[in-house]
């Protein structure tokens, strides 16, 4: 079992986040959020966690087809309920709600189901 902690509400902000890659000003806004740099940077921030863990997601599937272990290997991939900025965790609205999950299991679970 992996964790991957890198899209942790933690990391949304300064003291704990790197520099961010994607550019604040080009992020879309949900229209119940505050227009205001501190947000827009978390946002980002929040984006480029998700594209880290998309990579390390991806090396570890590489790392399971170089093994041959890909067809007796159940991934399951689920998230925490929402990010940390306001309506989604903590919160009682669809991005503090719905939880995203994956599963991927060759030959048992159909692909796209």
Sequence with gaps: MFNLDVTHESGMWPEKAPIIQTDPMTVKLPPYLVDDMATREALARHYDHLQQADER?????AELEEDGLTAETL??????????????????????????????????VRPGS
């Design 75 to 108: 991934v399951v991939l689920w998230s925490d309920h929402g990010e940390g900025l306001p309506r989604h965790k903590r919160w009682l609205y669809d991005g503090g709600l719905q939880v995203p999950l994956v599963l991927r299991w060759p030959g048992r």
């Design 57 to 61: 997601v991806g090396q570890l599937l």
